[in-house]
């Protein structure tokens, strides 16, 4: 096995990563590889790193792409000096190019009120549909919290439902009434759709693909099909956009930061922090386009 196989699957085994985080360092460390033009990864040193990192650079990847590959390395040599492969870490003192603070992308009420509009009528999914986008927006889960969702949270038309997050920590989050009427339609579908079949699934919103749920990708592919019906910029829209709306239209309203970043899921406040950016700047863009002093 190669040392970057052991390494994915050390982190697999003790950190419970997951397997979109493996293939991330897969990615970088594939590249970081190929930068060395054949040599053994368990070879490169400082110098080979940070040359690396500046041909990222120049090929014009963004501050946040660079950090992650860096964070990548490091742990891989980490890794390789814990198991006794490697007598050192060259990677150990490297300081990283930094994160660049940017605001999320959001959608606005009236936005969102048209997706919700065009999903009520989809079609043969409708009701799936308007079950996805009203419980993204009531709770400001991410997607793929929301595609592995259990049939079990949603029994007995729940007040809250307990969201299993990053690390597998879990948390708890409100329905709205809309959410809970859409979910306990799309409920009653479901259930009639699995009726008869020899091992119905466990999950909210099933699918034969391997996973036994629908994709993120089977989600955003529908979600840009209900944009174009909504006269929204498909190119606007995506699943993470809806979370941002959650949490941005919350804050507007009056939430406090702290309920904001419990039910988003954030470990750290200061994650959760980024959206009043957000509304300075949508109260900025406010005042200079209609306050009648800013158009002089």
Known sequence: MSVVGAFLDAIAAERDASANTRLAYARDLAAFEAHLGGRPLREAGRADIESFLLAEAARGLSMATRARRLSAIRQLFRFLHDEGLRADNPALTLAGPGRERRLPGT????????????????????????????????????????????????????????????????????????????????????????????????????????GGHLTRQGFFARLKEVAARAGVPPDRVAPHKLRHAFATHLLAGGADLRSIQAMLGHADVATTEIYTHVLDEALRELVLNHHPLAKT
Not at 167 to 194: F, I, Y
């Open 107 to 210: 959608l606005s009420r009236e936005e969102v009120e048209a997706l919700l509009v065009a999903a009520r009528h989809g079609g043969p999914d409708e009701a799936r549909d308007v079950c996805l986008l009203e419980l993204l927006y009531a709770t400001g889960m991410r997607v793929s919290e929301l595609v592995s969702l259990p049939a079990a949270a949603a029994r007995g038309d729940p007040r809250v439902l307990l969201v299993r997050g990053k690390g597998g920590r879990e948390r708890l989050v409100p329905l709205s009434g809309p959410a809970r009427a859409a979910l306990g339609r799309w409920l009653g579908e479901r259930d009639a759709r699995e009726e008869g079949r020899k091992a119905p699934s466990r999950f909210l919103f099933p699918s034969r693909g391997a």
